[in-house]
T-cell receptor, first 115, second 113 residues
Framework: KAGVTQTPRYLIKTRGQQVTLSCSPISGHRSVSWYQQTPGQGLQFLFEYFSETQRNKGNFPGRFSGRQFSNSRSEMNVSTLELGDSALYLC??????????????FGPGTRLTVT | DQQVKQNSPSLSVQEGRISILNCDYT??????FLWYKKYPAEGPTFLISISSIKDKNEDGRFTVFLNKSAKHLSLHIVPSQPGDSAVYFCAASRGGSNYKLTFGKGTLLTVNP
């Protein structure tokens, strides 16, 4: 099976702009989660989507939003970018719920730089 | 409040020896624990996991031990290989319908030939 793919891999934006990142999960995986990785805070959970619904949410401001489509593909959006939003954004997918396992499989990430 | 802690930022071992990476957690609601390996410029790669109903899980060279009373888990790699050099993250989940993973800050493992 193909792994989790994320586009674009690198992005440079200006403060105040908005950005949309895309994630395609492993085929058959219905849960998609997003994480932010920074040197200071490490890996932090943003949100998780399952069957097009946001099921879990981390402690990030409302500028961070996401959605999931019927084919399980997901996008996350950051509006009014701040310098502190510069980070590696990682998408992860999980098999269908009810399996009793919580392994998440990560994509390569999108490196966002805000100038 | 850091709920998952990896107190050793780095660890260096000789090839062929055992690597032991440690992780402590504070939230007693955590029910499932995972270890990931990460190379620079790549996403984390899942290694091994353990449910709170077990105290040990093995997969090839990797073994995870869980001590619930001490809220402590460890990852043993035997024998260590130079290709194992990477950052290792411990993560925890509350289980149920909660797929949020809480990560530690990671331990950089260097395996010297």
């Amino acid at each position: 099976k193909a792994g989790v793919t994320q586009t674009p891999r690198y992005l440079i934006k200006t403060r105040g702009q908005q950005v949309t990142l895309s994630c395609s999960p492993i085929s058959g995986h219905r849960s998609v989660s997003w994480y932010q990785q920074t040197p200071g805070q490490g890996l932090q959970f943003l949100f998780e989507y399952f069957s097009e619904t946001q099921r879990n949410k981390g402690n990030f401001p409302g500028r961070f939003s996401g959605r999931q489509f019927s084919n399980s593909r997901s996008e996350m959006n950051v509006s009014t970018l701040e310098l502190g939003d510069s980070a590696l954004y990682l998408c992860a997918s999980s098999p269908a719920a009810g399996t009793g396992s919580y392994e998440q499989y990560f994509g390569p990430g999108t490196r966002l730089t805000v100038t | 409040d850091q709920q998952v802690k990896q107190n050793s930022p780095s660890l260096s071992v000789q090839e062929g020896r055992i690597s032991i990476l440690n992780c402590d957690y504070t939230n007693s609601m955590f029910d499932y624990f995972l270890w990931y390996k990460k190379y620079p410029a790549e996403g984390p790669t899942f290694l091994i996991s353990i449910s709170s109903i077990k105290d040990k899980n093995e997969d090839g060279r990797f073994t995870v031990f869980l001590n619930k009373s001490a809220k402590h888990l460890s990852l043993h790699i035997v024998p260590s290989q130079p290709g194992d050099s990477a950052v290792y993250f411990c993560a925890a989940s509350r289980g149920g319908s909660n797929y949020k993973l809480t990560f530690g800050k990671g331990t950089l493992l260097t395996v010297n030939p």
